[in-house]
């Protein structure tokens, strides 16, 4: 199964397949408020009580600009013409084959860059190398990352780049539309809002009890994906779970014997306030234990940008 968003006017009998998986949301969109507001206050938790707390400090302030733009500068869009492209390509409405790469995301990256200078001497050298670039420089590097040739960027200049990229597509995903619907087709781990790479997956509690969604790395979807299959490759087979500490830890590493990748996956239900980001960097360790037994990460993390 994959998800596919449609225009609601154009949902159709033919088009309407959720039924095979009945009164599931298939996908949630972001919002971006609460969003950045939740994550700011679990990196202000486990800073409190982490070995990465200098690196968790950083984050912080990365997500503070992140959630200043949304509060004092909001994104304002009309989709009208978008959908109807996104549903004539059959691709996901923010894809850049939907929705070309405008500048508005040049200005986030200012003001991230401004929010996050005189930490240390090496952050500040980024900086300084960011803007020292044109427009048409960093355009280009954006245009890489979001095309997945992440090699083409240093990953400490796209972590900065993609931070920006993240809160101009978390809003335009929060403001979109579309409705998600099934698809028959496999290969679900591509976001089907602006198909980038997921972050990790999350078991949900409450109105979704047990249902495992899929966290996009760049706008903050969530979709939906079944449970004990590889996110990576779609085997359904020798899927293996590795945790620090306890069988029923809230954070595991999901790990494929045919692909030897792996993705987190997180358990709300041990942990209600977990955020997938900033829990994944918290939780570094588990990723350091688990490639030393040959797995290779799948995912991105928005706040940890580096790509093996
Ligand atoms: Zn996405
Ligand atoms: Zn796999």
Redesign the pocket.
């Known amino acids: 199964m994959s998800i596919k968003i449609v225009p609601q006017e154009q949902l159709t009998q033919q088009h309407n397949k959720t039924s095979i998986i009945p009164n599931i949301p298939l996908v949630y969109y972001p919002s971006p408020k609460s969003l950045y507001a939740n994550r700011l206050a679990r990196i202000t938790q486990l800073t409190m009580d982490s070995p990465l707390s200098d690196y968790l400090t950083f984050c912080h302030k990365i997500v503070l600009a992140q959630s200043e733009i949304v509060a004092h500068e909001p994104l304002h869009c009309d989709f009208a013409h978008l959908v109807q492209q996104g549903a004539a390509h059959d691709c996901p409405p923010l894809s850049l084959e939907n929705l070309p790469l405008n500048d508005t995301w040049f200005n986030y990256l200012h003001k991230i860059i401004a929010m996050t200078q005189a930490i240390n001497t090496e952050i500040d050298a980024i900086l300084n190398q960011l803007k020292k670039y044109t427009k048409d420089e960093l355009f280009a590097k954006a245009q890489h990352l979001l095309m997945g040739r992440y090699a083409e960027v240093s990953s400490n200049e796209s972590l900065f780049i993609w931070c920006a990229l993240s809160v101009y597509y978390t809003q335009l995903a929060s403001l979109l539309p579309g409705k998600a619907v099934a698809d028959t087709a496999q290969q679900c781990w591509h976001c089907p809002v602006c198909q980038s790479s997921p972050t990790a997956s999350i078991i949900h509690i409450g109105q979704n009890t047990g249902l495992r969604y899929l966290h996009c790395s760049l706008c903050e979807s969530e979709w939906y994906v079944p449970r004990a299959k590889?996110t990576?490759?779609d085997?359904l087979e020798n899927i293996t779970y590795y945790s620090l500490d306890r069988e029923l830890s809230a954070i595991k590493t999901e790990c494929?014997e045919?692909?030897h990748?792996y993705l987190k996956i997180f358990y709300q239900d041990q942990d209600p306030h977990l955020d997938i980001v900033a829990d994944d960097i918290n939780s570094l360790v588990l990723d350091m234990e688990t490639e030393k037994l040959g797995f290779a990460k799948s995912g991105i993390n928005t706040l940890l940008f580096s790509i093996k």
């Open positions: 590889c990576n490759c085997n494929c045919k692909c990748s």
